[in-house]
């Protein structure tokens, strides 16, 4: 089953991608939107096969010399 997302102010194609795990490119094709006829208040399909990322997280490679406690300032 699918998810169905309303677009909020202020969202993007990318954002809202990403939140759910799911590629722009699908993400468009599935709902026949680009980046030009996104609107607030518009249902979008979410594929069910997607993830979710509600906060935003991020891949962080592992290099020589981190920790668990200190990894990379850079992303604090």
């Not at 468009?28 to 680009?34: E, F, G, L, M, Q």
């Not at 030009?36 to 290099?63: A, C």
Request: proline share 3%; no cysteine; hydrophobic share 35%.
């Amino acid at each position: 089953m699918n998810d169905v997302y309303i677009v909020k102010k202020g969202d993007t194609l990318y954002g809202i991608s990403n939140q759910f795990g799911v590629s722009v490119t699908e993400l468009a094709n599935i709902n026949n939107v680009d980046a030009y006829t996104l609107k607030e208040g518009q249902s979008l399909i979410i594929p069910s096969q997607s993830g979710t990322n509600p906060d935003n997280m991020f891949l962080y490679t592992v290099k020589k010399g981190d920790t668990i406690f200190m990894g990379n300032n850079e992303y604090k």
